[in-house]
């Protein structure tokens, strides 16, 4: 098959392409290296199977013969995707409507990396795709979480209108290799700051709470997604239901580095950060027999050996 996948020098879309590429496909990754890095892909630019095309989603693409089309590209970080809110709102709106457009021209099956951030700071706990949300939409949050939800809008109505063939994945907090250092999420941060003896800086008391999947656990469970036979078409939470506080998470990497000289500190709050986190992922055991099999901390000492060798 010819897949293309947007956002595909970033964490999850380098892993994707390398699963794809190694299950014998052959694959178009689309990156304007907002966040993405070279690095990342250095492996698979020589496979001839192989294809970079360095593009901002923002602007129309042509690309012809295409059977799948995964759109991952958007910054994911809260610093990097509320440093230029406008840019990520278009990337998720207008994006998302280029890629659509050009699915529909190839006739092509596209699934949308879509978020948890979707329920908002959420008032049902754990959260069922039903559950509908709660985003304040004009938050510095909202740039992020009402661009995703204004995607899979779009989605829904390009398969009610055009018959567009569809897949929507709710991903919940994903870590592993490939991270970048600076990206600024709870993981990386924690663990580039214990390796470097720099303090472990909790936002709030470290009472909120997240669940975090290993990134393998992702992958596996999008490309069930995505070829699922029984034209399920979501969405679909996908993540990790074990479900720690921020707190917990810093005790963890801090007693995983034990020659970390690194302390804990408390800083503020960011605003409208959600209280707690927690998939329900029974849809996604029932629809695609798919569950995340990875524990927390198997998972974190494969991130942490990717950390140690690229600090
Ligand atoms: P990432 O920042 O590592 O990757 C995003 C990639 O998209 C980067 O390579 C970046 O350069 C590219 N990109 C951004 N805007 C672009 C644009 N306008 N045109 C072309 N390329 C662009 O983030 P990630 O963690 O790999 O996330 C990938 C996708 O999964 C995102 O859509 C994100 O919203 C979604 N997601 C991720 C998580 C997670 O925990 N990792 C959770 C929920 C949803
Ligand atoms: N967080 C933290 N310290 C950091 C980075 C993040 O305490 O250095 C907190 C953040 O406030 C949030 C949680 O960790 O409550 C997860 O943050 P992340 O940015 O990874 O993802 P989010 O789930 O908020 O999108």
Redesign the pocket.
Known sequence: MKILV????????SHLCKKLIESGNEVVC???????RKENINDLVENDKFELIE????DPLTVDNLDQVYN??????PP?YQKDPI?TAK?SFV?SLNLLELAKKNNARILQ?????VYGDPKIHPQPETYWGNVNPVGIRACYDEG?RCAETLFFDYHRKYDTDIRVVR?????GPN??PR?G?VVSNFITQALKNEDLTIYGDGSQTRSFQFIDDLVEGMILMMNNKKEFIGPVNMGNPDEFTVKELAEKVLAMIPESQSKIIFEDLPQDDPKQRKPDIALAKEKLDWEPKMKLEKGLIKTIDYFRKII
Do not use: Q
């Open positions: 947007t956002g595909g020098a970033g964490f999850v879309g689309v990156d304007n290296f907002y966040t993405g593009h901002d989603i923002i991952l590209a958007c910054p994911a970080s990097h840019f990337t994006g990396a879509s978020t948890s951030e995703k991903i919940f907090n994903t870590y991270m970048d990206d999420r």
